[in-house]
């Protein structure tokens, strides 16, 4: 059994100071969001023991932010920044899930990335589940959405498109209305 959570970047400003888009911050609202759900990925095991984070500085920002509210009660992953998973489609995504092998091709894997790719593979990975989180996910991955998929495989080059059992789906807007 593999676990997947795929993690959109929280809410960023509009604009980046340099006009790059990779270059973008995230706003007050994402800071907190990315605490938010560091925070409940923590409190919510299997948390991950292999995780990869687009080099966008919104991705890396969403990433440490989580972990910060999470790293005094988890243990450490392994923690890889791939620039391809910036823009990546959901054919890109799937490779790199499928190659996710570091830490000793790891059970629990996290990826922290972008939409519309993000949505899109989430939405392709899907093939059952939680019938309450996949209507909510087929509208959007919204900033800070995680999705979380179980796959019945050894491996992680065995996961394909229509065999992930959606776990749950969750955002920090469903966490403030509970």
Known sequence: MRRLMLLRHAKTETDAPSGRDQDRRLDDRGHKDA????????????????????????ARQT?????EAMKDRVAAPEVEILPELY???PAQLLDSIRTATAPA???HLLLVG????MHEVALMLLGGGDPAGARALRDN???????IFDFDVKDWGDVAYRRGKLVLFVSPKLLRSE
């Open 141 to 147: 991955l919204p900033t800070a959405g995680l999705a």
């Open 105 to 107: 091709n790891p059970k």
């Open 87 to 89: 823009g990546a489609d």
């Open 63 to 67: 990433w440490d932010i989580a972990w």
């Open 114 to 117: 972008h939409n519309p790719g």
């Open 35 to 58: 605490a938010r759900m560091g925070d409940w990925i923590a409190a919510h095991p299997p948390v991950p023991n292999s995780v990869l984070v687009s080099h966008a500085v919104r």
